[in-house]
T-cell receptor
Framework: RKEVEQDPGPFNVPEGATVAFNCTYS??????FFWYRQDCRKEPKLLMS???SGNEDGRFTAQLNRASQYISLLIRDSKLSDSATYLC????????????FGAGTRLFVKA | EAQVTQNPRYLITVTGKKLTVTCSQN?????MSWYRQDPGLGLRQIYY???????DKGDVPEGYKVSRKEKRNFPLILESPSPNQTSLYFC????????????FGPGTRLTVL
């Protein structure tokens, strides 16, 4: 079983749609959580950190459920420019600082 | 401008010919890391460093070496490259405090023939 698992993609949605991505993690040493965005084999860039209390940034809302080891990302009012791969990322506190990426979910937003 | 730089950006080489991919950051970050990205597998951590002279293995360290002699530089060394090391490589850095956002370099596309 992968340590970080994401919804299989791709997701194809029309402009204006709401889309939800899910992610589960298995390591109890997981300490911090993020969603990154990656465009077409370019470098990943931070979209948002994820907190237990939930956090929102414009059209994007992220949620963490530590009990279920589950992370979500909600995108409202999808734009064409949201088309990208979304990566769920977990940092492990194992005495060091290991980072585990999910395989990513591809989103296509169409006009 | 705060950034992570990698060189070269593209490299085609042959099996067994030693190579080094350089990584440098100008943000005074303690933590640096190398990842490889392969289709369907996502990014996998090769090695990371929490400070100068402190390095540790990630999930896929076999066939790679790293060094951290200076805070700003974290080169990735392939002593004897093999075709299964053909991949897209990313270097990243961050501050240790708060386990924050990692800043990534632009990537190095390596092909080993």
């Amino acid at each position: 079983r992968k340590e970080v698992e994401q919804d299989p993609g791709p997701f194809n949605v029309p402009e204006g749609a709401t889309v939800a991505f899910n992610c589960t993690y298995s390591n109890s040493a997981s300490q911090s959580f993020f969603w990154y965005r990656q465009d077409c084999r370019k470098e990943p860039k931070l979209l948002m950190s994820v907190y237990s209390s939930g956090n929102e940034d414009g059209r994007f809302t992220a949620q963490l459920n530590r009990a279920s080891q589950y992370i979500s990302l909600l995108i409202r009012d999808s734009k064409l420019s949201d088309s990208a791969t979304y990566l769920c990322v977990v940092n492990l506190n194992t005495g060091g600082f290991k980072t585990i990426f999910g395989a990513g979910t591809r989103l296509f937003v169409k006009a | 401008e705060a950034q992570v730089t990698q060189n070269p950006r593209y490299l085609i080489t042959v099996t067994g010919k030693k190579l080094t991919v350089t990584c440098s950051q100008n943000m005074n970050h303690e933590y640096m890391s190398w990842y490889r990205q392969d289709p369907g597998l996502g990014l996998r951590q090769i090695y990371y460093s929490m400070n100068v002279e402190v390095t540790d293995k990630g999930d896929v360290p076999e066939g790679y070496k790293v060094s951290r002699k200076e805070k700003r530089n974290f080169p990735l060394i392939l002593e004897s490259p093999s075709p299964n090391q053909t991949s897209l490589y990313f270097c990243a850095s961050t501050r240790l405090a708060g386990l924050n956002e990692q800043f990534f370099g632009p990537g190095t596309r390596l092909t080993v023939l």
